[in-house]
T-cell receptor
């Protein structure tokens, strides 16, 4: 599985934007970039995914570099409920679609 | 909004006992998964299931583990003879297509004594 690199932790203030980076320099052409998050004591939760173009949904935006070797998850206005571990995961379906979780980025949101 | 459900939420068992963890995936989904998370560690893939058979399993998923979709709605994980190291949070997930979103259940916390 292609590897992703994320900072161990990040901190943000409530109602400010948060940019969570992810490096995936060995990404292949068929790899989708997925972001999941895990709130304390809960199961992982899908946030967003994309292939080449930037994507927006009600939760977040995903900005994908032109060479696809990095991406950034953008939370436009962080809330206390966004405090979670955020995982950047590549999924091409080549391994029967399993998700390989790394350690992710622990996002702390300050009031 | 449809969701994946899991029962029980907590299970305590004695080492060597069999446990069955149950999941009800989202109804029109075709791909089913089990993951586990030992306390303080990463979420780990156990097994994927499609078209009534295992499509991939990890090295964790040894002969003590089995999965079944006994009817059109349930998806179960059985551990035949539990070990202390099986203590973990077990998450079920489902997806409509393999490359799209996986929806996770809330998990079953298994404690083996």
């Amino acid at each position: 599985d292609a590897k992703t690199t994320q900072p161990n932790s990040m901190e943000s203030n409530e109602e400010e934007p948060v940019h969570l980076p992810c490096n995936h320099s060995t990404i292949s052409g068929t790899d989708y970039i997925h972001w999941y998050r895990q709130l304390p004591s809960q199961g992982p939760e899908y946030v967003i995914h994309g292939l080449t173009s930037n994507v927006n949904n009600r939760m977040a935006s995903l900005a994908i570099a032109e060479d696809r070797k990095s991406s950034t998850l953008i939370l436009h206005r962080a809330t206390l409920r966004d405090a979670a571990v955020y995982y950047c995961i590549l999924n091409s379906g080549g391994s029967n679609y399993k998700l390989t979780f790394g350690k992710g980025t622990l996002l702390t949101v300050n009031p | 909004e449809p969701e994946v459900t899991q029962t029980p939420s907590h299970q305590v068992t004695q080492m060597g006992q069999e446990v069955i963890l149950r999941c009800v995936p989202i109804s029109n989904h075709l791909y089913f998964y089990w993951y586990r998370q030992i306390l303080g560690q990463k979420v780990e893939f156990l097994v994927s299931f499609y078209n009534n058979e295992i499509s991939e399993k990890s090295e964790i998923f040894d002969d003590q583990f089995s999965v079944e979709r006994p009817d059109g709605s349930n998806f179960t994980l059985k551990i035949r003879s539990t070990k202390l190291e099986d203590s973990a949070m077990y998450f079920c997930a489902s997806s409509y297509t393999g490359v799209e979103t996986q929806y996770f259940g809330p998990g079953t916390r298994l404690l083996v004594l």
